[in-house]
């Protein structure tokens, strides 16, 4: 096992495996790098011959993969003959919060793990690394290596755990430069050398400096705990944006002021309508599962408090439209701009705009959006999913646009839930020439410019002033 990798394959074509496995191919030419995944629609996206079309949209990344498919990089739903052929195996599908049984909305739902434990255990007939790039619960390593062992025929498996630190938006820029690579492994010599062997493929453009090796049990937490820090971060700020509100405070300024020290640093200070994507909430949540899970209450109610500040600062965010709008929006127009969850990305995982816009629904408005990368589909779908009221009933009341002035026509108000950098160049005169009056804006994230709206006739809500 200790020579160097040339077959790697990725189970899962998701947000973490698409990207990752296309930088690793483009580094790498000399590993042929296959990425599997049971979804036919999603692969043949991958595979489309204008790699505009891909699945994943992130600044870059067509490009990456234009350079790399079909030279080493591959993607294809033979998912056991692409483990068959592999020395390395990475495990990148989605874990979901369990919507049913123990652990409910807390615990992750490790399903699909498990299912590709036990499809890598029935067609190995070589030895493999399985590295694990999906965040996962602490321990769930040791799942795997039992599967793995118990049922595998005289097959010798090592277990890896390298969480992806990588965020939407700036997945090719991070994954070219990552802050660290974080490696976490078996102390025993076989484990060692396995180790050695994934250091070994990052090191072909990663600086040696940035590879950190660790058991398997902290890469693990370190993930959990990277994530928690930053969305406690999110909340913190958040949480203060109200105290703003009523103090005549000016969150930006606070943040600016703040930010400064350099032991606080200026990063993610940024007040919001609240976080989303498919991380933050989960590894929190999932942290708080195995905390209460041990016992340990102030430890889970700690770091619960970061996802009731979020739910609060979502539903302030409707509450606040609400109130503005004369207490009542019934029948009435609100446009939403974006929804995705953060700019550059077509990704609406536990996006603020899906729970504001449900908040809305529930008071009988009409929601007009638009998101340059996000389809109608894909809003529908995130709203039915809630199952707050009838998949008919979403589409009756929700209209999606292409084109931000059509959506804002007529609409009472405007509600900003993404930073696009578009919504900066717009003719706000000819927006605001073409709604309800008085016309509201409730900027979500901080994006516009307040002083030049107000002059035109908006009325202007941001977050924290
Ligand atoms: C995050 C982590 O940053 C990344 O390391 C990990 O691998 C996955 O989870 P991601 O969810 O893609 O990445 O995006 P991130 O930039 O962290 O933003 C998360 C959410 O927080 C977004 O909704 C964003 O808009 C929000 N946010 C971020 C704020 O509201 N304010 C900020 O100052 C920063
Ligand atoms: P992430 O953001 O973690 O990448 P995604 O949901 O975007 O998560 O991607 C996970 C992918 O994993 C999905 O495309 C899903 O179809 C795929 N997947 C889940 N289970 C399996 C499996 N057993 N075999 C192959 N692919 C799988």
């Keep these: 096992m200790n020579k160097a990798i040339t077959k790697i394959c990725c189970i899962g074509a998701g947000y973490v495996g698409g990207p990752t496995m296309a930088v690793i191919a483009q580094k790498c030419p000399h590993i042929k790098v296959t990425v599997v995944d049971l979804n036919q629609a999603r692969i043949d996206a991958w595979n489309d011959p204008n ?16 350079e790399a498919r079909g030279r080493n990089l591959f993607f294809s739903t033979q998912v056991d003959e692409a483990i068959a052929d592999a020395e390395m195996i990475f495990i990148s599908v989605n874990t979901p919060t369990k919507t049913y049984g123990t652990g409910k909305g807390m615990a992750a739902d490790l399903k699909y793990i498990e299912l590709c434990a036990r499809q890598i255990a029935r067609v190995s007939k070589t030895d493999k690394i399985v590295v694990e790039k999906s965040t996962l619960p602490v321990r769930t390593a040791e799942a795997v290596k039992s599967i793995l062992q118990n049922t595998g025929n005289n097959v010798q498996f090592q277990i890896l755990s390298n969480p992806e630190f990588l965020a939407e938006g700036t997945a090719v820029e991070d994954l070219h430069a990552p802050d660290r690579i974080l490696i976490g492994g078996d102390t025993t010599e076989e484990g060692q050398i396995a180790i050695q062997a994934l250091v070994d493929v990052y090191a072909n453009w990663v600086p040696k400096e940035r590879i950190l090796t660790t058991n398997l049990w902290s890469s693990e937490l370190s993930k959990l705990t990277a994530n928690a820090f930053l969305a406690q971060r999110v909340s913190s700020i958040n949480a203060l944006s109200e105290l703003c509100e009523h103090t005549g405070a000016d969150i930006s300024e606070v943040s600016r002021s703040i930010g400064t020290d350099s032991r606080i640093g200026p990063k993610f200070l940024n007040a919001s309508v609240g976080f989303g994507g498919s991380c933050f909430q989960k ?34 965010f409707a ?86 002035y059509a959506c804002c026509k007529g609409a009472h108000a405007i509600a900003v839930m993404t930073e696009w950098d578009e919504f900066k160049t717009y003719d706000w005169q000819r927006i605001y020439d073409n709604m309800i009056k008085p016309a509201f804006l409730f900027d979500g994230r901080n994006v516009v410019n307040k002083k030049a709206l107000t002059e035109i006739g908006f009325k202007v809500y941001s977050i924290g002033k």
């Excluded at 600044?59 to 993969?65: F, I, K, Y």
């Excluded at 004369?326 to 929804?339: E, V």
């Design 51 to 66: 790699t505009e079309n891909i699945p994943v949209y992130e600044p870059g990344l067509a490009e990456v993969v234009a």
């Design 283 to 316: 590894d929190i949540l999932n942290l708080v599962y195995i905390a209460r899970s041990y016992g340990l209450t102030q430890v889970a109610d700690y770091w619960e408090q970061v996802i009731i500040m979020n739910d609060h600062q979502k539903r302030r």
């Design 319 to 404: 509450t606040k439209i609400v109130k503005t709008l004369y207490n009542t929006i019934s029948g009435k127009k609100i446009a939403f701009l974006g929804w995705a969850f953060k700019k550059d990305t077509n990704d609406t995982r536990e996006s603020a705009a899906i729970y504001v816009a449900d908040d809305l629904l529930n008071e009988q408005a009409t929601i007009a959006v638009y998101d340059p990368k996000v389809a109608e589909d894909q809003i529908l779908g995130d709203l039915n999913y809630l199952e707050t009221r009838k998949a008919e009933k979403n589409a009756e009341l929700v209209d999606v646009y292409e084109d931000a």
